[in-house]
């Protein structure tokens, strides 16, 4: 027997079809793998992301040193290779905890992108460790997709991974 509904009348409402988050032009793309272009948009918006915070962290450091002693102060001016290896290892962290908790970056939250397993759910924290090294240490592994039919690039075939078209809200899960 089916509960009441709020008015006593024991007539009981039908649900209402659930509002969606995802544009009617882009429902018949849900779920399907992306394309060179939208993940090239998506990569450049989370290097940016990168690259400000690394911006930060200079300009945080260089108010210590003007803090620390003013009178002698000068800009730290770290080398290149510091500079990248900071910047790279950012760059891994930044990749594996935003796959590993949502399945999704900051660009990939903008383009409507997600990053899943091969079974369609959300990467485990060791591949997407895996994934973020193979993304940093071989970046132009993502030119395969236009090579490939499924739209995989180099590090999605190494590890059964996907990039996948998905409006759909994200879902923290660590």
Do not use: E, K
């Not at 450091?61 to 620390?68: E, I, Y």
């Not at 973020?132 to 132009?140: G, S, Y």
């Amino acid at each position: 027997m089916s509960p009441p509904d709020r008015l006593g009348t024991g007539l009981r409402r039908r649900p209402r079809s659930t509002p969606t988050a995802i544009p009617v032009s882009a429902r018949p793309f849900q779920g399907t793998h992306a394309g060179l272009v939208s993940r090239l948009l998506a990569n450049t918006v989370d290097f940016g992301v990168v690259a400000a915070t690394l911006t930060a962290g200079y300009l945080g450091l260089a108010a210590l040193r003007f803090l620390w002693n003013s009178r002698t102060f000068t800009l730290p001016r770290p080398s290149f290779g510091i500079l990248l290896f900071v910047g790279g290892c950012l760059m891994v962290l930044y990749l594996t905890v935003c796959w590993a908790a949502a399945g999704r970056t900051y660009g990939c939250h903008l383009l409507g992108l997600r990053v899943v397993a091969g079974s369609g759910r959300r990467l485990p924290p060791t591949r997407a460790l895996a994934r973020a090294l193979l993304c940093v240490a071989f970046p132009i592994g993502i030119f395969w997709i236009p090579l490939s039919r499924a739209n995989h690039a180099v590090h999605d075939v190494v590890l059964r991974s996907s990039v996948v078209y998905d409006w759909s809200p994200a879902r923290l899960l660590l």
